[in-house]
Nanobody, 123 residues
Framework: VQLQASGGGLVQAGGSLRLSCVVS????????MGWYRQAPGKQRESVAL???????NYADSVKGRFTISRDNAKNAVYLQMNSLKPEDTAVYYC??????????????????WGQGTQVTVSS
């Protein structure tokens, strides 16, 4: 199972970016999908999550500015980031919890991570 993230970049404060992440490979079912971020010298933190039913959860620091969405048919998750601030600068990782095919009529649960995409917000 692979997660391919894209959409990071350099933007001025107040600007917007949209991150995308697609799950591919031997995936059977994707449950919760989400975005995490890790700034230099800090621990990785949850930014936004969305369940397979569309229920969302956001970190307090991004509420009202970021919107997470998903396309179940494409096994894709998106993060629309508006009103970006310098403190949003980090490497952003997509995550998926789900099940992959592990043999005839067998599935194994797992947690899968993308490779990370850099988001830099200049002041």
């Amino acid at each position: 199972v692979q997660l391919q993230a894209s959409g990071g970049g350099l933007v001025q404060a107040g600007g917007s970016l949209r991150l995308s992440c697609v799950v591919s490979g031997n995936i059977y079912r994707v449950n919760t999908m989400g975005w995490y971020r890790q700034a230099p010298g800090k621990q990785r933190e949850s930014v936004a999550l969305v369940t397979s039913d569309g229920v969302t959860n956001y970190a307090d620091s991004v509420k009202g500015r970021f919107t997470i969405s998903r396309d179940n048919a494409k096994n894709a998750v998106y993060l629309q980031m508006n009103s970006l601030k310098p403190e949003d600068t980090a490497v952003y990782y997509c995550h998926a919890a789900g099940w992959e095919y592990s043999g005839p009529n067998r599935q194994t649960s797992g947690n899968y991570w993308g490779q990370g995409t850099q988001v830099t917000v200049s002041s």
